[in-house]
């Protein structure tokens, strides 16, 4: 069984930056691919990032990929998602995902976290 838990979140103000991050209990993340998704009101789950735990190889959103940056730290078995210049339309809630291949669709991932809430004020 694997348990991802993302921890991070929290309520900022446009302009500050946060970093999220996932820890994996159990069997490692279940897959090599590790995936941060987001997903605001009324909108759906979106892609914002993956990394592969072998060679560290990053894919981002477009959009996002100037301010957003995923890592890993293999020593702490983390993945990370930093995320700076925020503002309200980041205001979401983010999930760390992992999978056994690299892409933007949910449905390539198995394993989820419960999610942390991310809050942007203007």
């Known amino acids: 069984q694997v348990h991802l838990a993302e921890t991070g979140g929290g309520l900022v103000q446009a302009g500050e930056s946060l970093r999220l991050s996932c820890a994996a209990a159990?069997?490692?993340?279940?897959?090599?691919?590790v995936g941060w998704f987001r997903r605001a009101p009324g909108k759906e789950r979106e892609f914002v990032a993956a990394?592969?735990?072998?060679?560290?190889?990053?894919y981002h959103t477009t959009s996002l990929k100037d301010r957003f940056g995923i890592s890993r730290d293999l020593a702490r078995n983390m993945v990370y998602l930093q995320m700076n210049s925020l503002t309200p339309e980041d205001s979401a809630v983010y999930y760390c995902?992992?999978?056994?291949?690299?892409?933007?669709?949910?449905?390539?991932?198995?394993?989820w976290g419960q999610g942390t809430q991310v809050t942007v004020s203007s």
């Open positions: 995902a992992a999978g056994a291949l690299m892409g933007t669709n949910p449905s390539l991932y198995g394993y």
């Open positions: 159990g069997r490692a993340f279940g897959g090599d691919v």
């Open positions: 990394i592969r735990w072998t060679g560290g190889s990053t």
